[in-house]
């Protein structure tokens, strides 16, 4: 069993950066695909990028591409989700998940563990 909690969200202006941690409890954190969804209001909720295990694979979705890095410390139990270049379409609640493998990691029904989501709000 694996506990996620988000920390770091917040109300941020365009073109500003933000950092989200998850913090994870329990051993097999490093066995899992770590990933960071996303869920704005009336929208379902989205992959915005994972990492494998060892953190030598990425995947981002083509809307942060370019702006955002996830980063995995497995010493730590912990995940990161570094933003920058922030736009109001970023506003949503994020979400880190886990348990996912590299056979299928981008549908959010593959991820076992979920944390309670952090508010990133962005405004112009």
């Known amino acids: 069993q694996v506990q996620l909690v988000e920390s770091g969200g917040g109300l941020v202006q365009a073109g500003d950066s933000l950092r989200l941690s998850c913090a994870a409890s329990?051993?097999?954190?490093?066995?899992?695909?770590m990933a960071w969804f996303r869920q704005a209001p009336g929208k379902e909720r989205d992959i915005v990028a994972a990492?494998?295990?060892?953190?030598?694979?990425?995947y981002y979705s083509n809307s942060v591409k370019g702006r955002f890095t996830i980063s995995r410390d497995n010493a730590k139990n912990s995940v990161y989700l570094q933003m920058n270049s922030l736009k109001p379409e970023d506003t949503a609640v994020y979400y880190c998940?886990?348990?996912?493998?590299?056979?299928?990691?981008?549908?959010?029904?593959?991820?076992?563990?979920w944390g309670q989501g952090t508010q990133v709000t962005v405004f112009s």
């Open positions: 998940a886990g348990g996912a493998s590299l056979r299928a990691y981008v549908s959010s029904t593959e991820y076992h563990y």
């Open positions: 329990g051993r097999t954190f490093s066995s899992y695909v």
């Open positions: 990492i494998s295990q060892s953190g030598g694979y990425t």
